[in-house]
C-alpha cells in the first residue's frame, strides 16, 4: 500500500436523490442492490426494480429482519433500510442482453420506530467514530491490503482445490497467471470510483493482492465488502474462484488483511510525532499504540473469527502471533512503517479478510481512544525476529501470545467491557453465540489428519 500522504477525504462524492435517479435514467439503470451488512460480516441486499426507486430514496425500503443472522426474533422483523447516497454506484456489468444494468446503494438498518438499529455493524463504527470526533480527531484513516487466492474451476463451473499458478512475490507470467485477471479486477475498480494503487502476485502460490487508496473508516469499511464482491464477480468471469478464506491450503502463507491506520486533527496527522519524540512517533499514536495491544486478545475473536483464521496465526508463515510492535521487523502484531509526516501510520498485521470490516474497525478505533484516553504506554518494541526467540527470551520481553483459537479468543472478547461497547452488546452476544455454535461443529468433525495419524496406529 502506498504512503498515507495527506488528510483523508470521502472517496464517493454525495450525490443528491435528483441526481441518482438522473443517473439511473441515463445510464439504463433496470435494478437497485440496497446493502447491508450482517453480525457476521456477509453482505446482504434486497434488490428493486427502479420503479420503487423512490421508495429507496425515501428511506422506506423494509425488510424482514428476522431472517438475517444476528438481527431480531421474528415478532420484530419489520425493519428499514437508509440508503447512504454517497455510496451511489453502478455495477460496470450488463445484466442482460440488451445492456440494462444494476446500480448499488449501501444502507444502514433502521427498527420499526426509525430508530438506528443496535445489531446494525455499519451504525456501530459510525459511533466509534463519533465518540473520537467528540474528542476532537476529524479523521480515523485506514488502508487495508486485504488477500486473495484464485482457485480453477471444474467443467461444471465448480470449484476445484487446483490453484491457478505456482508463482510467488511480484513474479511475472508465466509463473504468474493471475495477471490478466488481476488487471481485470482493477480496470473495474476503477470504473466504481476506486484509486486502484497497485496489483501484484503474493507469497503463496495462487495468491494474489490488489492495493488501492485509503479512506476514512465508514468508507474504507464499504470499500472492503465492494472490492470482495469485485473480485469474486471478475474472478468467475473470467473462470477462477476467488476465495477470501485465510488459510485454504496447507503448508503455505495464508491471506491477512492489514490495516493501515493514522488518527487526524484539524492540524493534520496525530501520530506525527516532533524529532525528540519517540521513532517520531507522536505521544497520541504511542497511546493509541498502548490500547491496540492491550486489547489485542479481544480485537482477535473480532479480527480473525473463523476456526480456519487461527491455521493462519502460527509461526513460520508471516503472519504474526505475539502481542509486541517494532519499526523494523514484520513478526510482531504491529509494524510503524517507516514514513513520517502526513504518511505517519501504524500497520495492524493480525487482521484477516473473513472479518466483519465495520465491527473490527470499531474494535480497533475505540481500543485505540482507550490508550488515549488512559495515557497507556506500550512495551519495548522489539527489533528481533520474535520466532526466533524462545519462550524465556519472549517472557523477559513482556511479549504475550495471542489467542490460538476461536475459543480461546471469544473469552477475550467476554472479558473486555471496553471492546463490547466498541461494536455494543447486541452484536457481542449475537456473535458468540454464533461463533460457538461454529467452534462447537468444528469439534464434532473428524479431519483427514487424525485419520492419517490414529486410524491404523491404533
Known amino acids: 500500500m502506498k504512503k498515507l500522504n495527506k488528510l483523508g477525504e470521502k472517496m464517493s462524492k454525495q450525490l443528491t436523490k435528483e441526481e441518482i435517479k438522473q443517473r439511473v435514467k441515463d445510464e439504463n439503470v433496470e435494478f437497485i442492490r440496497v446493502t447491508f451488512t450482517d453480525v457476521l460480516g456477509m453482505i446482504k441486499n434486497v434488490e428493486v426494480p427502479v420503479s420503487q426507486l423512490d421508495k429507496v430514496l425515501n428511506n422506506d425500503l423494509m425488510f424482514d429482519g428476522s431472517s438475517i443472522e444476528g438481527f431480531v426474533r421474528i415478532n420484530e422483523s419489520d425493519m428499514y433500510l437508509y440508503p447512504d447516497l454517497s455510496t451511489f454506484l453502478i455495477f460496470p456489468w450488463a445484466t442482460d442482453e440488451h445492456g440494462g444494468k444494476v446500480a448499488r446503494l449501501i444502507?444502514?438498518?433502521?427498527?420499526?420506530?426509525?430508530?438506528?438499529?443496535?445489531?446494525?455493524?455499519?451504525?456501530?463504527?459510525?459511533?466509534?467514530?463519533?465518540?473520537?470526533?467528540?474528542?476532537?480527531?476529524?479523521?480515523?484513516?485506514?488502508?487495508?491490503?486485504?488477500?486473495?487466492?484464485?482457485?480453477?474451476?471444474?467443467?461444471?463451473?465448480?470449484?476445484?482445490?487446483?490453484?491457478?499458478?505456482?508463482?510467488?512475490?511480484?513474479?511475472?507470467?508465466?509463473?504468474?497467471?493471475?495477471?490478466?485477471?488481476?488487471?481485470?479486477?482493477?480496470?473495474?475498480?476503477?470504473?466504481?470510483?476506486?484509486?486502484?494503487?497497485?496489483?501484484?502476485?503474493?507469497?503463496?502460490?495462487?495468491?494474489?493482492?490488489?492495493?488501492?487508496?485509503?479512506?476514512?473508516?465508514?468508507d474504507a469499511a464499504d470499500k472492503i465488502q465492494t472490492f470482495k464482491l469485485v473480485v469474486k464477480t471478475i474472478a468467475r468471469e473470467n473462470g477462477y474462484y476467488a476465495t477470501f478464506m485465510p488459510k485454504p491450503v496447507a503448508g503455505i502463507n495464508g491471506s491477512g488483511m492489514h490495516v493501515n491506520m493514522s488518527l487526524f486533527t484539524k492540524d493534520g496527522n496525530a501520530f506525527d510525532g516532533k524529532d525528540d519524540d519517540y521513532m517520531g512517533l507522536s505521544t497520541t499514536a504511542m497511546n493509541f499504540l498502548g490500547g491496540l495491544l492491550k486489547h489485542a486478545p479481544a480485537i482477535t475473536a473480532i479480527a480473525n473469527p473463523t476456526v480456519n483464521s487461527y491455521k493462519r496465526l502460527i509461526p513460520g508463515f508471516e503472519a504474526p502471533v505475539y502481542i509486541a510492535w517494532s519499526a523494523s521487523n514484520r513478526s510482531p502484531m504491529v509494524r510503524v512503517p517507516a514514513s513520517r509526516g502526513m504518511a505517519t501510520r501504524l500497520e495492524l498485521r493480525t487482521v484477516d479478510p473473513t472479518t466483519n470490516p465495520y465491527t473490527c474497525l470499531a474494535a480497533i478505533l475505540v481500543a485505540g481512544m482507550d490508550g488515549i484516553d488512559n495515557h497507556l504506554e506500550p512495551m519495548a518494541s522489539v527489533d528481533r525476529n520474535i520466532y526466533l526467540m524462545d519462550e524465556n527470551e519472549r517472557k523477559k520481553a513482556g511479549i504475550k501470545n495471542l489467542p490460538d483459537t476461536l475459543l480461546d479468543a471469544l473469552e477475550e472478547l467476554e472479558q473486555d467491557p471496553t471492546i463490547i461497547d466498541a461494536i455494543g452488546s447486541h452484536i457481542t452476544d449475537k456473535f458468540i453465540e454464533a461463533k460457538r455454535i461454529e467452534y462447537s461443529s468444528y469439534r464434532q468433525y473428524v479431519s483427514k489428519w487424525e485419520l492419517d495419524n490414529y486410524f491404523m496406529q491404533y
Open 107 to 218: 444502507a444502514d438498518v433502521y427498527n420499526k420506530d426509525r430508530t438506528p438499529f443496535a445489531g446494525d455493524p455499519r451504525i456501530a463504527l459510525k459511533n466509534a467514530v463519533k465518540k473520537a470526533e467528540d474528542e476532537g480527531f476529524t479523521a480515523f484513516n485506514v488502508g487495508t491490503e486485504p488477500e486473495f487466492f484464485l482457485f480453477k474451476m471444474d467443467e461444471n463451473g465448480k470449484p476445484t482445490m487446483e490453484l491457478n499458478d505456482h508463482g510467488s512475490y511480484f513474479d511475472l507470467a508465466p509463473m504468474d497467471m493471475g495477471e490478466d485477471v488481476r488487471r481485470k479486477i482493477v480496470l473495474t475498480l476503477e470504473k466504481m470510483g476506486f484509486e486502484v494503487e497497485a496489483a501484484h502476485h503474493e507469497v503463496a502460490e495462487g495468491q494474489h493482492e490488489v492495493d488501492y487508496k485509503y479512506a476514512d473508516a465508514i
